[in-house]
């Protein structure tokens, strides 16, 4: 019998199975599934089509890709939890270097730089969030904000989280999911118009069983939270703790959310160069002060310069290691696996090309963009450039009501003009009824936003 049976299955061949179930005392591969109930078995035959060849495989998932419309054909005003913003070419050259593209868990013996790496990007995210402890990536922001709340749970002894309502609803269900059963979740409520929110329905939902309140500065629907400060007045008085979430994008020309009283800082990773691939990738941070009690409860590793064996030597490595559920296995506070690593080296390379300036330039860039786009969009009768008042960064919901039209109806016509509307907020948000979700970054030019202008000047009939 031939050995070669499929060039990508390992162990295939009848002779070699019959040695492997030999060695484990066992007659057959269904045996090692006798602990299934078997009325739970599967007695037909599985429907798999003939396997493609490499040939006929790569011209089927091109003829697929090619089906796809990019943001390198259709101007994209659609952002929501994963923007577009501009890549530098440096950015893909460095994570894409065999040292880090394929360095897994890695020991010093084999780890070609790594660990230094992910210290320089933990220090210049700290500095940009004006925190000093920045963790190894997560795998997103929801993910990110979840661990947050976890963390602020065992560090007060508390179960109770309260969440603004203007959250992401998907982004939401992930912290409720990942924070189930153990805590509980009650929302915040906001101002309609201002977006901000309500600090009466706050201080009467506050209490000494509240472990934390989350919020997110810009938040999802794009508006500038300028109350960070009474809010964490108000927390402090029940030693409740304040985690905000942050596009770390803004932090060149908005405070961090340190300065108006954050305990934990978390936020998402992507807008630091990272390209958009379906939603990704993404990557979350999470951020505190270097305080025992917040660091211990990390459960994702810490990179820090620490001695060697040898005297007077320094180098790269885990910090607090024991805490991990790398060490700790099941008892760990929290399972961590895989995880992002290697967005956390993009980022990392982003920030020290731009810099505390380009930071600023960046910031800067982006308001003139998406101020000049709301006051463009506010000359086209019945329509509100941005629904909400208070000031925003880079997204704003735009106003259709008046219109007569669906989001859905706009955006279809958009797309005949090959531009990518806003996203339909009247699902997750109707009490805004037809409202979209629009997003202007430093890649959009005066032109752009002119058609944009013009496309829906058109659909609109003015």
């Keep these: ?9 390992p162990n295939m061949v009848s002779e070699v199975k019959q040695e492997m179930l030999d060695e484990i005392g066992v007659q057959s591969v269904e045996e090692l599934y006798s ?7 599967f007695k ?41 913003h501009f890549i530098p070419a440096v950015c893909d050259e460095v994570n894409q270097r065999a040292e880090f593209l394929t360095a897994y868990a890695g020991e010093p013996y084999e780890d070609h730089g790594r660990f230094q790496a992910l210290f320089e990007y933990q220090s210049l995210m700290a500095e940009l969030v004006d925190m000093e402890v920045v963790n190894v990536p997560t795998f997103d922001w929801a993910q990110a904000a979840s661990t947050s709340i976890r963390m602020a749970s065992r560090i007060t002894k508390r179960t109770k989280i309260l969440l603004a309502n203007t959250l992401s609803p998907e982004r939401r269900k992930v912290i409720t999911n990942y924070g189930t059963p153990q805590l509980s979740f009650e929302g915040i409520k906001f101002n309609l118009n201002t977006g901000l929110m309500d600090l009466a329905d706050l201080e009467e939902k506050l209490s000494n069983e509240v472990a934390a309140i989350y919020f ?4 999802y629907l794009g508006f500038i939270e300028s109350q960070g400060q009474e809010i964490s007045q108000l927390a402090k008085k029940y030693d409740v703790l304040m985690i905000v979430g942050v596009d770390p994008s803004s932090l060149g020309v908005l405070a961090p959310p340190s300065q108006y009283g954050a ?11 990272m390209h958009m691939n379906y939603s990704g990738g993404q990557a979350g941070f999470i951020a505190t002060y270097n305080d025992p009690k917040f660091v211990n409860e990390y459960p994702s590793r810490l990179f820090g310069i620490i001695p060697t064996v040898k005297k007077g030597e320094y180098g790269f490595g885990d910090i607090a290691y024991d805490r991990t559920s790398f060490a700790d296995r099941e008892n760990g506070k929290e399972s961590v696996g895989t995880q992002t690593a290697l967005w956390g080296i993009t980022a ?16 800067q860039a982006i308001m003139q963009n998406s101020q000049y786009a709301v006051m463009q969009l506010n000359s086209i009768n019945n329509i509100r450039g941005s629904r909400i008042t208070s000031p925003f960064f880079k997204e704003f919901i735009i106003d259709f009501n008046d219109t007569g039209l669906t989001v859905e109806e706009i ?12 996203k339909d907020l009247s699902l997750e948000f109707p009490e805004y009824g037809q409202a979209a979700l629009y997003c202007v970054t430093e890649v959009h030019t005066k032109e752009d936003i002119d058609k944009l202008v013009n496309a829906l000047s058109t659909i609109v009939g003015y």
């Design 348 to 363: 990392g390379v982003y920030l020290s090309l731009m810099g505390p300036n380009g930071m600023y330039e960046l910031g």
């Design 263 to 273: 305990d934990i800082v978390c936020g998402d990773l992507q807008p630091l160069g």
């Design 1 to 9: 019998m031939s050995k070669k049976v499929h060039p990508y299955i």
């Design 411 to 422: 955006n279809s016509r958009l797309l005949e003009q090959k531009i990518f509307g806003g």
């Design 35 to 41: 602990c299934i109930p078997e009325d739970l078995h």
């Design 216 to 219: 997110e500065n810009p938040s």
């Design 44 to 84: 037909g035959t599985m429907n798999i089509p003939k396997a493609l060849n490499e040939l006929e495989l790569r011209r089927h998932i091109e003829g697929l890709l090619n089906k796809n419309i990019s943001t390198n054909e259709y101007i994209n005003f659609l952002g929501a939890g994963c923007w577009q």
